[in-house]
């Protein structure tokens, strides 16, 4: 019984220490499936943040662009409180400050694995688009980031630059 009891410690040990590893480890760019779209994926570890991966998408489709952001891992319970903003332009903007805000959407607390997303309408108008998230754990300080800027025809399709 005492060989089950060490067995079971050790594991629960790795366990922990394996958790405590996933928001150090970061994670690299992705694509989206549908459109080939780099994503925006960085891992964010600060004094007030540690412990938390949200990631941000953009792609568009018939139409409509479409933002999201994830709650990709949460390191203990915690409040994750979002913003999740899609913003346009007729110019290219490096920046959301420059572009104007089609849509945002917040959430008190964005649970583990659980996304929030919004999404525009082209309006059957050609523009620069670009996604941002804003979040913040327990109250915390604020983090933001963003996609980069993308242009999409009036269908909604990626127009590489």
Not at 99 to 125: C, F, I, W, Y
Request: hydrophobic share 35%; glycine share 8%.
């Amino acid at each position: 019984m005492k060989k089950v009891k060490k067995l079971i410690g050790i594991f629960l040990l790795g366990m922990i220490f394996s958790l405590s590893l996933v928001p150090c480890l970061g994670m690299s760019a992705e694509t989206s499936e549908k459109s080939g779209i780099p994503l925006a994926a960085e891992e964010t570890i600060g004094p007030k943040s540690w412990g938390v991966n949200i990631m941000i998408y953009i792609e568009g489709e018939n139409g409509v662009i479409r933002a999201w952001a994830k709650n990709i891992f949460t390191l203990f319970p915690a409040v994750v409180r979002l913003d999740v903003e899609l913003y346009s332009s007729d110019t290219y903007e490096s920046t959301y400050t420059q572009m104007d805000l089609e849509k945002r959407a917040s959430t008190p607390d964005l649970d583990q694995g659980h996304t929030l997303e919004v999404s525009a309408p082209t309006n059957g108008e050609q523009k620069y688009w670009r996604a941002r998230v804003h979040y913040s754990r327990d109250g915390g300080d604020w983090i933001s980031k963003e996609t980069d800027t993308y242009l999409y025809s009036p269908e909604g399709e990626l127009i590489p630059l």
